[in-house]
C-alpha cells in the first residue's frame, strides 16, 4: 500500500496525515509550536519551528502507520494562509514570520484603501475594506518601518514557500497563497507588476508562481534526512489550508459547496465564473487551475460556543462541556423562547465586514434562563451562516441546496439540525471533518502525482458520513427570528463603532 | 439609644415577595424585624395574583415572632401602621371577604380592555384625546395601557365576571385590605386612592372621587373605600388583633401609605426636591415637589402622597437588582445539565467582590436590565433586556459588572427627565432598598448620575421606618419637619470626575441601544403573544 504524506501546518501547530489514494487516513501525529507577541497588536512565529514541527510528525506519523519510508509516493502540504516571510540573498530569514494574527499595518491599510478612493471605493472594487491583517499593507509597513529589512530582502515567501524551500531547495510562491496577497491576478495567474509598482513594491521580490497541483521537486538529501523519508520523493506545491479544504469536503463541482464549522466559519463555493468579492466574500485562486473558490468567512464561529462553555457554564470548552450544552439545546424548543444572538465576538468579514463589531444577548427576558442563551448561541452562528449563504445566493446564484460540512463543528449533532433548518440547506457532514484540509492536501498531491486526472476527478474520493434534510416547516418558523436577526447589525454599527473607535483588531 | 423610654410603632412593610414587620421608635431606630415569605402566583395570560389571607398571616406570624423576642416591653408599642406594594385590587363583599385573589401591581391581564375603553376617537398615544385631557387634569395621570394598575384591574373584572363585580362591595388596594383587618374599617389612604384615576388631585389636602371619572371607564365610585390621610388615626387596634398580638387595647391603627411615598420619608427627604432612589427587585426614584405636573413625554406625574400638602413626583422602574438574582438563578446556578454547585449563600457579597475586579466601563460590555419591559421613563411591555459588545475577553466578572453599571444607566434614564420636572439640579440622593447596601453599587450610581450619593442607614427599612414616621406624626409626636434630622447616613459617596467622560458615553450609548432596538422588540415579542 502507497500513501501521500500531507501536512496540515496551522497556526498552533502541524498535523501530519498519512492518506491513502482512496482517502482514508492511515495515522496522524500532531505537534504544537509557539507564537510570539512581542509588541501589541504584533504576532509572529519562527519558520524554523515549523520544520522541526513537519520533521517530527512525519516521523511520527509512520511509526504509527507502521510503514516504510518507500511507502510514500508523495509530500504535500496545507497551511496557514497570509503570512508573510523575508529572505536574504542567502536565502536565510529576516527575522521572523510575520503572522496573519498580527494587524500592526493598520494605517498602512487605510493608506492603501485611500490610493484606491478610500475605504468605501475600495470595498466596492475589491469586494471588502482590508485591515492591518492583511498581505499587501505588511510589504508596505516593511518597507517604511523597517527600511533596512526590507532594502536587503531579496525575496518574499510565505508558509508553503519557506516549506518548499526547505523541502526542494527552490524558490517559489504557490497559486492559492499568492491569490490573497493583493498582487496576484487571478486571470493570467501573475502577478501584478502594475499594482507592485503603484504601491512601490519591486517584482523581482516576488519568486515564480506555481500552481498547486505541482511538482516543484523532489526531497533533497539533507531534508530527506531531516523528515525520515527518501531522497528524491517527489514534492508537490499544496495549497492554503482553505482551498486543501474544500477538496477536503469534496466539494469540489461546479458551484459546489462547503461549510468549514472550526473556530471561524467558511462558507466556500468553487466555481469556473470569474466573480467579484461583494459583502465580505472574497474570491481566491482554488487548486483547481480553472476555478476560483468564492469564500464568506465568519470570524468567530466555533469559538462562540467555546466562549459560552468558558463564561456561562464556566467550564474549559471541551468534548464534556458541549456534550451537556447539546444536552441544554435539545432540551429547549426551536428559537429559543425569543432570545437572539449576535456572534460578532472578534469583528465580522462576512457578510458584514466591520472589525469593530461586537457580540451581544438581545431580547432576554425572566422567562430565559442559561440553556436558552446557549441554544441562542447556536441559533446565532447559524442565522449569520444563512446570511452568507443567501448573499452567495443573491449575489451570485449559487443556491447550494446541499452543502459538504467540515470542521470539529460537523459531529454537534443538535448544532448540525439547528443549521440545517435555520439554513433550509442539506447538510453533509464529511467522515473525517477535521481532517479536510490535510485530506485535500493528499489529494492535491494525488493529481500532482497523476493518480486522479483533475482535481473535480476527486470528488467522489470524500463521501458524506450522514445526510441532514431540513426540516421546512421549522426552517419557516426560524424566518421571523431571521429577519429579526438581520436586522441588529444595521441598527447597532454606530453603537459599535462609538463603543470600539479606539480599537485595532487586536491578536 | 433611649429605647427602654421610647414609644414604639409596630411598622409593616408588605412587599410583593414578604412581609417585614419591624419594631421602630418615634425617632426612626429600629429594634428589631421578622420577614415572612410570601408567594405569588404568576398566570400564563399576564395574571399576577396574591391571596390577601397570605398577607394578613405573614404579618401576623413575622409580628408573633418580633413581639415574642421582648426587644422592648409591649406596653411601649403605641401604634400600627403599614406601607404595602401598591396598585392591587382586591374586591371584597360587606364583610370582607375575598370574592377572588388580589390582582397585584404586576398584573397585565387587562391590557386590552384598557385599551378598548381608553382610546376610540382622536387617538393621542392610545387614548382619547378628550378623556386623557380629563384624567390629566383632574388626576394628573392616566390609567396605564398595560392594564397594570387599578383601573385597570377593575374593568378587567367587570368584562370577565361581570357577577363577581355586581357583587363587589369594594376594589380595596393591598394596604386597605392591612388596614381592613386591623381596624375594620374600609377605608384607603389618599396617595393610594390615586392610583384608581377616579380622583381630583388637584389640591392635596382634599384628594376627593370624581363619578364622572370613573363613568369613563364604566365604572362606581361607591365601591371604591373611604379616603384618608396616610397620618390620620383611623382608630383603635381591632380587639381580637391587639389580644392575639399581646398589644395593649389603646394601641391605635394609622392609615399609612404605599410603599413610595413610605421610602420617601423612610428616607428622610422630606423637603421639597430631595431625591430618593430606592433599589430593590424593582426601583423608582422619588421626590416631593409643590406643585402638580405631569409630564406626558416622559410619563412622569407629581401626585398626593403621604405627607398631606404635598407631591410627590415617582418614577417606577420594573426590574431592578431583580436582575442580579435572575443572574442567579437562571445563568449561573440555572437548574440545567451542567448544574454541579449551588450558589453561595453570601452571594450577593461574592457579586460585589467580583464586580470591583473590572474597572469602570465593564471593558465595553453594556447591559440594558429590562427584563419584564419598562414602566418609566417609557411604558414599554415588549421591550427586553440586552447583553452588548461582548468580545471573546468577555467574563463573567464584566457580565457582573455590566449588570449593576446598566441599572444605574437605567436609574438615570428616569433621574434626567425628573430633574426636568422639578425644573432644578438633583442632588445629593439618598439611597434605600437592598440593592443599595452594596458600596459599589452606590459608587456606580454616583459616577453615574453625577450626584452625590447618600446611603442611608438602616436601608431596607426605609419603607417601613417611613410607617413608623406617619404614626409619629399622626400622634402629634413628631413633626414632618423633624424627620430630616432624624435620619442617619451610613456613607456618602461623590462622583469620581476620572469616570465623567466615560459614563456619559456610555449613557449616550444606552439611549441609543433602546432608540435602535426597541421596534425589534415590539416586533418579536408582539408576534409571540
Given at each position: 500500500?502507497?500513501?501521500?504524506?500531507?501536512?496540515?501546518?496551522?497556526?498552533?501547530?502541524?498535523?501530519?496525515?498519512?492518506?491513502?489514494?482512496?482517502?482514508?487516513?492511515?495515522?496522524?501525529?500532531?505537534?504544537?509550536?509557539?507564537?510570539?507577541?512581542?509588541?501589541?497588536?504584533?504576532?509572529?512565529?519562527?519558520?524554523?519551528?515549523?520544520?522541526?514541527?513537519?520533521?517530527?510528525?512525519?516521523?511520527?506519523?509512520?511509526?504509527?502507520?507502521?510503514?516504510?519510508?518507500?511507502?510514500?509516493?508523495?509530500?504535500?502540504?496545507?497551511?496557514?494562509m497570509l503570512?508573510?516571510?523575508?529572505?536574504?540573498?542567502?536565502?536565510?530569514?529576516?527575522?521572523?514570520?510575520?503572522?496573519?494574527?498580527?494587524?500592526?499595518?493598520?494605517?498602512?491599510?487605510?493608506?492603501v484603501?485611500?490610493?484606491l478612493?478610500?475605504?468605501?471605493?475600495f470595498a466596492a472594487l475589491v469586494g471588502a475594506?482590508i485591515?492591518?491583517?492583511d498581505m499587501l499593507?505588511?510589504?508596505?509597513?516593511?518597507?517604511?518601518?523597517?527600511?533596512?529589512?526590507?532594502?536587503?530582502?531579496?525575496?518574499?515567501?510565505d508558509?508553503?514557500?519557506?516549506?518548499?524551500?526547505?523541502?526542494?531547495?527552490?524558490?517559489v510562491f504557490e497559486w492559492t497563497t499568492a491569490s490573497v496577497t493583493g498582487l496576484f491576478n487571478l486571470k493570467s495567474k501573475s502577478w501584478d507588476t502594475g499594482l507592485m509598482r503603484f504601491f512601490?513594491l519591486?517584482r523581482?521580490?516576488f519568486p515564480d508562481l506555481v500552481g498547486s497541483t505541482s511538482?516543484?521537486?523532489?526531497?533533497?538529501?539533507?531534508?530527506?534526512?531531516?523528515?525520515?523519508?527518501?531522497?528524491?520523493?517527489?514534492?508537490?506545491a499544496?495549497a492554503g489550508?482553505g482551498p486543501?479544504?474544500a477538496?477536503?469536503?469534496?466539494?469540489v463541482g461546479e458551484g459546489?459547496?462547503?461549510?468549514?464549522?472550526?473556530?471561524?466559519?467558511?462558507?466556500g463555493v468553487m466555481t469556473r465564473r470569474k466573480v467579484t468579492g461583494k459583502?465580505?466574500l472574497a474570491t481566491i485562486q482554488s487548486t483547481d487551475a480553472a476555478k476560483n473558490l468564492l469564500i464568506?468567512?465568519?470570524?468567530?464561529?466555533?469559538?462562540?460556543?467555546?466562549?459560552?462553555?468558558?463564561?456561562?457554564?464556566?467550564?474549559?470548552?471541551?468534548?464534556?462541556?458541549?456534550?451537556?450544552?447539546?444536552?441544554?439545546?435539545?432540551?429547549?424548543?426551536?428559537?429559543?423562547?425569543?432570545?437572539?444572538?449576535?456572534?460578532?465576538?472578534?469583528?465580522?468579514?462576512?457578510?458584514?465586514?466591520?472589525?469593530?463589531?461586537?457580540?451581544?444577548?438581545?431580547?432576554?427576558?425572566?422567562?430565559?434562563?442559561?440553556?436558552?442563551?446557549?441554544?441562542?448561541?447556536?441559533?446565532?452562528?447559524?442565522?449569520?451562516?444563512?446570511?452568507?449563504?443567501?448573499?452567495v445566493?443573491?449575489l451570485y446564484g449559487f443556491?447550494?441546496?446541499?452543502?459538504?460540512?467540515?470542521?470539529?463543528?460537523?459531529?454537534?449533532?443538535?448544532?448540525?439540525?439547528?443549521?440545517?433548518?435555520?439554513?433550509?440547506?442539506?447538510?453533509?457532514?464529511?467522515?473525517?471533518?477535521?481532517?479536510?484540509?490535510?485530506?485535500?492536501?493528499?489529494?492535491v498531491?494525488?493529481?500532482?502525482?497523476?493518480?486522479?486526472?483533475t482535481i473535480e476527478?476527486?470528488?467522489?474520493?470524500?463521501?458524506?458520513?450522514?445526510?441532514?434534510?431540513?426540516?421546512?416547516?421549522?426552517?419557516?418558523?426560524?424566518?421571523?427570528?431571521?429577519?429579526?436577526?438581520?436586522?441588529?447589525?444595521?441598527?447597532?454599527?454606530?453603537?459599535?463603532?462609538?463603543?470600539?473607535?479606539?480599537?485595532?483588531?487586536?491578536? | 439609644?433611649?429605647?427602654?423610654?421610647?414609644?414604639?410603632?409596630?411598622?409593616?412593610?408588605?412587599?410583593?415577595?414578604?412581609?417585614?414587620?419591624?419594631?421602630?421608635?418615634?425617632?426612626?431606630?429600629?429594634?428589631?424585624?421578622?420577614?415572612?415569605?410570601?408567594?405569588?402566583?404568576?398566570?400564563?395570560?399576564?395574571?399576577?395574583?396574591?391571596?390577601?389571607?397570605?398577607?394578613?398571616?405573614?404579618?401576623?406570624?413575622?409580628?408573633?415572632?418580633?413581639?415574642?423576642?421582648?426587644?422592648?416591653?409591649?406596653?411601649?408599642?403605641?401604634?400600627?401602621?403599614?406601607?404595602?406594594?401598591?396598585?392591587?385590587?382586591?374586591?371584597?363583599?360587606?364583610?370582607?371577604?375575598?370574592?377572588?385573589?388580589?390582582?397585584?401591581?404586576?398584573?397585565?391581564?387587562?391590557?386590552?380592555?384598557?385599551?378598548?375603553?381608553?382610546?376610540?376617537?382622536?387617538?393621542?398615544?392610545?387614548?382619547?384625546?378628550?378623556?386623557?385631557?380629563?384624567?390629566?387634569?383632574?388626576?394628573?395621570?392616566?390609567?396605564?395601557?398595560?392594564?397594570?394598575?387599578?383601573?385597570?384591574?377593575?374593568?378587567?373584572?367587570?368584562?370577565?365576571?361581570?357577577?363577581?363585580?355586581?357583587?363587589?362591595?369594594?376594589?380595596?388596594?393591598?394596604?386597605?385590605?392591612?388596614?381592613?383587618?386591623?381596624?375594620?374599617?374600609?377605608?384607603?389612604?389618599?396617595?393610594?386612592?390615586?392610583?384608581?384615576?377616579?380622583?381630583?388631585?388637584?389640591?392635596?389636602?382634599?384628594?376627593?372621587?370624581?363619578?364622572?371619572?370613573?363613568?369613563?371607564?364604566?365604572?362606581?365610585?361607591?365601591?371604591?373605600?373611604?379616603?384618608?390621610?396616610?397620618?390620620?388615626?383611623?382608630?383603635?387596634?381591632?380587639?381580637?388583633?391587639?389580644?392575639?398580638?399581646?398589644?395593649?387595647?389603646?394601641?391605635?391603627?394609622?392609615?399609612?401609605?404605599?410603599?413610595?411615598?413610605?421610602?420617601?420619608?423612610?428616607?428622610?427627604?422630606?423637603?421639597?426636591?430631595?431625591?430618593?432612589?430606592?433599589?430593590?427587585?424593582?426601583?423608582?426614584?422619588?421626590?416631593?415637589?409643590?406643585?402638580?405636573?405631569?409630564?406626558?413625554?416622559?410619563?412622569?406625574?407629581?401626585?398626593?402622597?403621604?405627607?398631606?400638602?404635598?407631591?410627590?413626583?415617582?418614577?417606577?422602574?420594573?426590574?431592578?437588582?431583580?436582575?442580579?438574582?435572575?443572574?442567579?438563578?437562571?445563568?449561573?446556578?440555572?437548574?440545567?445539565?451542567?448544574?454541579?454547585?449551588?450558589?453561595?449563600?453570601?452571594?450577593?457579597?461574592?457579586?460585589?467582590?467580583?464586580?470591583?475586579?473590572?474597572?469602570?466601563?465593564?471593558?465595553?460590555?453594556?447591559?440594558?436590565?429590562?427584563?419584564?419591559?419598562?414602566?418609566?421613563?417609557?411604558?414599554?411591555?415588549?421591550?427586553?433586556?440586552?447583553?452588548?459588545?461582548?468580545?471573546?475577553?468577555?467574563?463573567?466578572?464584566?457580565?457582573?459588572?455590566?449588570?449593576?453599571?446598566?441599572?444605574?444607566?437605567?436609574?438615570?434614564?428616569?433621574?434626567?427627565?425628573?430633574?426636568?420636572?422639578?425644573?432644578?439640579?438633583?442632588?445629593?440622593?439618598?439611597?434605600?432598598?437592598?440593592?443599595?447596601?452594596?458600596?459599589?453599587?452606590?459608587?456606580?450610581?454616583?459616577?453615574?448620575?453625577?450626584?452625590?450619593?447618600?446611603?442611608?442607614?438602616?436601608?431596607?427599612?426605609?419603607?417601613?421606618?417611613?410607617?413608623?414616621?406617619?404614626?409619629?406624626?399622626?400622634?402629634?409626636?413628631?413633626?414632618?419637619?423633624?424627620?430630616?434630622?432624624?435620619?442617619?447616613?451610613?456613607?456618602?459617596?461623590?462622583?469620581?470626575?476620572?469616570?465623567?467622560?466615560?459614563?456619559?458615553?456610555?449613557?449616550?450609548?444606552?439611549?441609543?441601544?433602546?432608540?435602535?432596538?426597541?421596534?425589534?422588540?415590539?416586533?418579536?415579542?408582539?408576534?409571540?403573544?
Amino acid at each position: 500500500m502507497e500513501y501521500i504524506l500531507a501536512h496540515d501546518v496551522g497556526t498552533t501547530g502541524t498535523k501530519a496525515v498519512l492518506v491513502s489514494p482512496s482517502g482514508e487516513v492511515a495515522a496522524t501525529a500532531y505537534a504544537p509550536y509557539p507564537t510570539s507577541y512581542p509588541r501589541p497588536l504584533w504576532a509572529e512565529q519562527d519558520p524554523a519551528d515549523w520544520w522541526k514541527a513537519v520533521g517530527q510528525t512525519a516521523r511520527a506519523v509512520l511509526d504509527r502507520a507502521q510503514v516504510p519510508a518507500s511507502a510514500v509516493m508523495g509530500l504535500t502540504f496545507a497551511t496557514q494562509m497570509l503570512d508573510i516571510i523575508a529572505l536574504d540573498a542567502q536565502r536565510e530569514l529576516l527575522g521572523t514570520c510575520i503572522s496573519w494574527l498580527d494587524c500592526r499595518a493598520g494605517e498602512e491599510a487605510r493608506w492603501v484603501m485611500g490610493r484606491l478612493g478610500g475605504p468605501s471605493i475600495f470595498a466596492a472594487l475589491v469586494g471588502a475594506t482590508i485591515t492591518g491583517k492583511d498581505m499587501l499593507p505588511k510589504y508596505v509597513w516593511l518597507k517604511r518601518h523597517a527600511p533596512e529589512v526590507y532594502a536587503r530582502t531579496k525575496t518574499f515567501i510565505d508558509c508553503t514557500g519557506y516549506l518548499m524551500l526547505r523541502a526542494t531547495g527552490r524558490l517559489v510562491f504557490e497559486w492559492t497563497t499568492a491569490s490573497v496577497t493583493g498582487l496576484f491576478n487571478l486571470k493570467s495567474k501573475s502577478w501584478d507588476t502594475g499594482l507592485m509598482r503603484f504601491f512601490g513594491l519591486e517584482r523581482s521580490k516576488f519568486p515564480d508562481l506555481v500552481g498547486s497541483t505541482s511538482q516543484v521537486g523532489g526531497l533533497t538529501a539533507e531534508a530527506a534526512r531531516e523528515l525520515g523519508l527518501r531522497e528524491g520523493t517527489p514534492v508537490i506545491a499544496g495549497a492554503g489550508d482553505g482551498p486543501c479544504a474544500a477538496v477536503g469536503a469534496g466539494a469540489v463541482g461546479e458551484g459546489e459547496g462547503h461549510m468549514c464549522l472550526g473556530t471561524s466559519g467558511i462558507v466556500g463555493v468553487m466555481t469556473r465564473r470569474k466573480v467579484t468579492g461583494k459583502r465580505g466574500l472574497a474570491t481566491i485562486q482554488s487548486t483547481d487551475a480553472a476555478k476560483n473558490l468564492l469564500i464568506g468567512e465568519m470570524e468567530t464561529c466555533g469559538e462562540c460556543l467555546n466562549w459560552g462553555a468558558r463564561v456561562l457554564y464556566g467550564r474549559e470548552a471541551d468534548a464534556a462541556a458541549f456534550s451537556l450544552m447539546d444536552a441544554d439545546v435539545d432540551a429547549t424548543p426551536p428559537g429559543a423562547g425569543g432570545l437572539l444572538f449576535a456572534p460578532w465576538m472578534y469583528g465580522e468579514r462576512c457578510p458584514v465586514s466591520d472589525e469593530r463589531a461586537r457580540a451581544g444577548f438581545i431580547n432576554l427576558g425572566a422567562n430565559h434562563s442559561r440553556r436558552e442563551m446557549t441554544r441562542a448561541i447556536y441559533e446565532g452562528v447559524a442565522f449569520n451562516l444563512r446570511w452568507i449563504l443567501e448573499s452567495v445566493q443573491s449575489l451570485y446564484g449559487f443556491a447550494c441546496p446541499s452543502l459538504r460540512v467540515i470542521g470539529g463543528g460537523a459531529k454537534g449533532r443538535p448544532w448540525l439540525r439547528i443549521i440545517a433548518d435555520v439554513t433550509g440547506r442539506q447538510l453533509e457532514p464529511t467522515l473525517q471533518p477535521q481532517e479536510a484540509a490535510a485530506v485535500g492536501a493528499a489529494l492535491v498531491g494525488g493529481v500532482g502525482l497523476g493518480l486522479y486526472p483533475t482535481i473535480e476527478a476527486t470528488r467522489n474520493v470524500i463521501r458524506p458520513s450522514q445526510v441532514v434534510t431540513p426540516d421546512s416547516g421549522q426552517h419557516e418558523a426560524y424566518t421571523q427570528a431571521y429577519r429579526a436577526f438581520q436586522s441588529l447589525y444595521p441598527s447597532l454599527r454606530g453603537l459599535f463603532h462609538t463603543l470600539n473607535r479606539g480599537e485595532r483588531t487586536a491578536a | 439609644m433611649s429605647a427602654q423610654v421610647d414609644k414604639y410603632v409596630l411598622a409593616i412593610d408588605l412587599g410583593t415577595s414578604s412581609a417585614k414587620v419591624a419594631l421602630i421608635s418615634m425617632r426612626g431606630d429600629v429594634a428589631g424585624w421578622e420577614c415572612e415569605p410570601i408567594g405569588l402566583t404568576l398566570l400564563p395570560n399576564g395574571g399576577a395574583e396574591q391571596d390577601p389571607l397570605d398577607w394578613w398571616n405573614g404579618i401576623m406570624v413575622a409580628s408573633k415572632r418580633l413581639l415574642g423576642r421582648r426587644l422592648i416591653p409591649a406596653e411601649a408599642v403605641v401604634a400600627v401602621c403599614a406601607s404595602t406594594q401598591g396598585g392591587g385590587t382586591a374586591p371584597v363583599d360587606r364583610d370582607g371577604n375575598c370574592l377572588m385573589n388580589c390582582m397585584i401591581w404586576l398584573d397585565s391581564r387587562a391590557a386590552q380592555v384598557v385599551r378598548r375603553h381608553v382610546g376610540g376617537g382622536l387617538d393621542l398615544g392610545g387614548y382619547n384625546a378628550l378623556k386623557l385631557q380629563k384624567w390629566v387634569n383632574l388626576t394628573g395621570g392616566a390609567p396605564s395601557l398595560s392594564g397594570k394598575d387599578r383601573y385597570g384591574h377593575m374593568l378587567w373584572i367587570k368584562a370577565e365576571c361581570p357577577d363577581l363585580y355586581a357583587r363587589t362591595f369594594k376594589f380595596l388596594d393591598v394596604l386597605d385590605y392591612v388596614d381592613l383587618k386591623l381596624t375594620g374599617q374600609f377605608v384607603t389612604s389618599a396617595d393610594s386612592a390615586v392610583g384608581t384615576w377616579m380622583t381630583d388631585n388637584r389640591d392635596p389636602r382634599n384628594v376627593h372621587y370624581v363619578a364622572e371619572l370613573a363613568k369613563l371607564g364604566g365604572l362606581e365610585i361607591e365601591k371604591l373605600p373611604a379616603i384618608r390621610r396616610s397620618i390620620d388615626v383611623l382608630g383603635p387596634l381591632r380587639s381580637e388583633v391587639a389580644e392575639e398580638l399581646g398589644l395593649r387595647k389603646e394601641v391605635v391603627v394609622v392609615t399609612g401609605a404605599f410603599d413610595v411615598p413610605a421610602a420617601a420619608l423612610g428616607a428622610g427627604t422630606v423637603r421639597d426636591f430631595e431625591p430618593h432612589v430606592y433599589l430593590g427587585t424593582s426601583s423608582w426614584v422619588g421626590v416631593h415637589v409643590p406643585f402638580k405636573k405631569t409630564d406626558v413625554a416622559s410619563a412622569m406625574a407629581s401626585l398626593p402622597c403621604a405627607i398631606p400638602d404635598k407631591f410627590l413626583l415617582m418614577a417606577a422602574q420594573e426590574v431592578a437588582g431583580g436582575n442580579l438574582t435572575f443572574f442567579r438563578d437562571n445563568i449561573l446556578f440555572s437548574r440545567d445539565a451542567m448544574l454541579d454547585q449551588e450558589a453561595p449563600r453570601d452571594y450577593f457579597a461574592a457579586l460585589n467582590r467580583v464586580a470591583e475586579s473590572v474597572p469602570p466601563g465593564s471593558r465595553g460590555v453594556l447591559y440594558t436590565p429590562w427584563l419584564y419591559g419598562e414602566r418609566a421613563p417609557v411604558d414599554d411591555p415588549w421591550v427586553r433586556a440586552s447583553f452588548h459588545n461582548l468580545s471573546l475577553g468577555t467574563t463573567r466578572a464584566d457580565m457582573v459588572r455590566a449588570l449593576m453599571e446598566g441599572v444605574a444607566l437605567n436609574t438615570r434614564w428616569v433621574f434626567e427627565p425628573a430633574e426636568k420636572f422639578a425644573g432644578r439640579r438633583l442632588d445629593p440622593v439618598s439611597m434605600v432598598g437592598g440593592g443599595a447596601q452594596s458600596n459599589l453599587w452606590c459608587q456606580v450610581h454616583a459616577d453615574v448620575l453625577n450626584r452625590t450619593v447618600r446611603q442611608v442607614k438602616d436601608l431596607v427599612y426605609a419603607n417601613a421606618r417611613g410607617a413608623a414616621f406617619m404614626a409619629a406624626v399622626g400622634l402629634g409626636l413628631v413633626r414632618f419637619e423633624d424627620i430630616s434630622n432624624l435620619i442617619k447616613y451610613q456613607a456618602t459617596y461623590t462622583p469620581d470626575p476620572d469616570r465623567r467622560a466615560l459614563y456619559d458615553s456610555m449613557y449616550r450609548e444606552y439611549l441609543t441601544i433602546y432608540k435602535v432596538t426597541h421596534k425589534i422588540h415590539e416586533r418579536l415579542n408582539r408576534a409571540r403573544n
